[in-house]
C-alpha cells in the first residue's frame, strides 16, 4: 500500500561544479544541484542571486559544468558552503587547481574528469533565482575515462548524484540495463 507524502521533493539530481572567473581572472567554483540538460545541447541551472558565481556569469557570459566525483566529494562539497565573496581562495583552500579553457572564458578543475563549457544563452530571474540557460560549446574530459571509441566512460568516472531526502551524495551505480533495448523484450 502507497501513503501520501506531503512535503514535496524531486530526487536524486546531478552535482555540477560551475567554474567562472572574476573581473580580475580569479577562479571560483561552486556546488549546484538544481540543473540539468535541457534539449539537445543546452543546460539550464537556477543559481541565487547572491553567489559570486551568479555575478561572475552575468559577467563574462561563460562558464564551466563539472560533473562531482567521489574521490573529489569533499572538496566539491566545500565549494557550496564557502563563497567566494567571502572567501577569495577558496578553490585553494580545498586543494582544486585550475587550467583556462581554451573554447571559453572559464576555468577547468584539474582534478574533475569530465568538464562541460558553456555560453550563455539566456539568465531570467524567476522564483528568486536566476535561471542561467547555456549552449555546451566545449566538453573537457580525461584521458583515463574515455573508452576506445571516443565516449565517456560513466563506469570509470565517478560520478555523484545529490540525495536531496537525506541530503547526502551517493556514488553513481553499475547498469542495469541498456535504454531502449532492454525494455523490447515486451515488443
Ligand atoms: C549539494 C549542494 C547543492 C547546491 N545547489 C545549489 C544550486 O543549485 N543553486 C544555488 O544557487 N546554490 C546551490 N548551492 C549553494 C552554493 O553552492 C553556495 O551558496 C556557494 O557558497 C556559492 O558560492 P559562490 O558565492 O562562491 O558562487 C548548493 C550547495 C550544496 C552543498
Redesign the pocket.
Known sequence: MKKSIEKPFFTPHP?LIIGTYDANGVP????????GQIGGSQIS????A?????ANIKLNKEFTVAYATADQIAAC?Y???????NVPD?LEKCGFTVTKSDKVNAPVIDQLPVTIECRVLKITEEFN?CIVTGEIVGIKVDEDVITEDGKVDVSKAGFVV?DTVSKC?RAVGDSVGAARSIGRKFE
Open positions: 552535482v571560483n567554483a561552486m556546488n549546484a544541484a538544481w540543473g541551472i537556477s543559481l541565487g547572491s553567489h559570486l558565481t551568479t562539497d565549494v557550496g558552503v564557502a563563497s567566494g565573496n577558496k533565482e545529490y551524495y
